[in-house]
Nanobody, 116 residues
């Protein structure tokens, strides 16, 4: 049973902002580092940001300074605040555990489209 539900995507103009949410289980969130991945058709899924259980964060160079990942353990939710969006950020975004080798299943993802 998939226990990752992403939401918050949509269509936004370049320079705009979106906040993605990922509701998961207490078990998953409290025992794993969590990340946001994205995938475009024909390309491999890439990890764009992750947050450790202790709270430290790491970002891909392509999103550094524009995206912010956070976690709310009280609400079993991981967020991705995305600012200054670019057309190349268009993708389906997924949250999951980190590293990738620990992933067992994927949620449905949420589509982000950046276009004028």
């Amino acid at each position: 049973q998939v226990q990752l539900v992403e939401s918050g995507g949509g269509l936004v103009q370049p320079g705009g902002s979106l906040r993605l949410s990922c509701v998961t289980s207490e078990t998953i969130l409290n025992h794993n580092n969590m990340g946001w991945y994205r995938q475009v058709p024909g390309k491999q899924r890439e990890l764009v940001a992750f947050i450790m259980m202790i709270g430290s964060t790491t970002y891909a160079d392509s999103v550094k300074g524009r995206f912010t990942i956070s976690r709310d353990n009280a609400h079993n939710t991981v967020y991705l605040q995305m600012n200054s969006l670019k057309p190349e950020d268009t993708a389906v975004y997924y949250c999951n555990v980190v590293p990738f080798t620990l992933v067992r299943s994927w949620g449905q993802g949420t589509q982000v489209t950046v276009s004028s």
